[in-house]
């Protein structure tokens, strides 16, 4: 089944313990891109991947870190979690985000909580 | 996003139709979307319109662009309980997709 996987689901953790969330996708898609969700302000991009190795900053990438070592893993990175990257988290994928089709595929989000 | 304006809630009874509003900013934009995104779930494209464009339809759902006004809306005809959702209007400048905030769409027996 097509899917793009996010690990973990739901996650409590405290100022300044490093954490990763995982995203992977099964789809053999070059394009991956991080989103968090807040209240009232829809969806913000954090990070973005155009293909293997090629990573670039979105609208609000203070305080996170990407890597794209191979084509289906995505990572977000928090060095020192703050609690106002609390937020839900969303990776997505697309084949041709390129020619614009816009069609993007959405894991089903983690939930982050920092105390 | 800033360029892409919702409004946050919609309440419809169940068999009349629902009418999602959005406007946006950026008069290149080559794409504009709607999104759905259930309870739990992350999001999913519904149906999307090249700016080009004045109508999409789409069995229930019919997309209109007035590019003038910069205003884009999502009718969906006999709403259903199962369209109780957020739905999120999106815009592509040079492929990089921009959201706005969501409205809630809740149906009422």
């Known amino acids: 089944e097509a899917q793009v996987t996010q690990n973990p689901r739901y996650l409590i953790t405290v100022t300044g313990k490093k954490l990763t969330v995982t995203c992977s996708q099964n789809m053999n898609h070059e394009y991956m891109s991080w989103y968090r969700q807040d209240p009232g302000l829809g969806l913000r991009q954090i990070y973005y991947?155009?293909?293997?190795?090629?990573?670039d900053k979105g609208d609000v990438p203070e305080g996170y870190k990407v890597s794209r070592k191979e084509k289906r893993n995505f990572p977000l990175i928090l060095e020192s979690p703050s609690p106002n990257q609390t937020s839900l988290y969303f990776c997505a994928s697309s084949p041709r985000l390129a020619v614009h089709t816009g069609e993007l595929f959405f894991g089903e989000g983690s939930r982050l909580t920092v105390l | 996003g800033e360029d892409v304006e919702q409004s946050l809630f919609l309440s419809v009874r169940e068999g009349d139709s629902s009418v999602i509003n959005c406007t946006y900013t950026?008069?290149?934009?080559?794409?504009l979307y709607w999104y759905k995104q259930e309870p739990g779930a992350g999001l999913q494209l519904l149906t999307y319109i090249f700016s080009n464009m004045d109508m999409k339809q789409d069995q229930r759902l019919t997309v209109l662009l007035n590019k003038k006004d910069k205003h884009l809306s999502l009718r969906i005809a006999d709403t259903q309980t199962g369209d109780s959702a957020i739905y999120f209007c999106a815009e592509s400048i040079l492929g990089k997709l921009s959201f706005g905030a969501g409205t809630t769409v809740t149906v009422r027996a």
């Open positions: 950026d008069s290149s934009s080559t794409y």
């Open positions: 991947s155009m293909n293997v190795e090629v990573t």
